[in-house]
Nanobody
Framework: QVQLQESGPGLVKPSQTLSLICTVS??????????WSWIRQPPGKGLEWIGYIAYSGSTYYSPSLKSRTSISRDTSKNQFTLQLTSVTPEDTAVYYC??????????????WGQGTLVTVSE
């Protein structure tokens, strides 16, 4: 059974960088043809796909967030990381990590973390 777990600060100040880690168990993040994504859901709004890092290590980001987003990985720890720079209160959301085969369609994600709430505030 594949399990994903998000971790990181629950409170970030405006203009700072949001950093989250997703720790994966039950599968390797280098297993062929799987893509490891970050997705968020602001309060009262729908899910928004942020970006992914592929089994190969390549990355792809949502155009609307690309300028502020970086996703990297540590294969020795089977973890991948999200960094979102210059945050504003509009970045307040529950952040999820999840796995699919590259579709970026919410219904196609097979495994999800439980989600972690990140609040951007002074």
């Amino acid at each position: 059974q594949v399990q994903l777990q998000e971790s990181g600060p629950g409170l970030v100040k405006p203009s700072q960088t949001l950093s989250l880690i997703c720790t994966v168990s039950g599968d390797s993040i280098t297993t062929n043809y799987y893509y490891w994504s970050w997705i968020r859901q602001p309060p009262g709004k729908g899910l928004e796909w942020i970006g992914y890092i592929a089994y190969s290590g390549s990355t792809y980001y949502s155009p609307s967030l690309k300028s502020r987003t970086s996703i990297s990985r540590d294969t020795s720890k089977n973890q991948f990381t999200l960094q979102l720079t210059s945050v504003t209160p509009e970045d307040t959301a529950v952040y999820y990590c999840a796995r699919d085969r590259g579709s970026r369609i919410v219904s196609q994600f097979e495994y999800w973390g439980q989600g972690t709430l990140v609040t951007v505030s002074e």
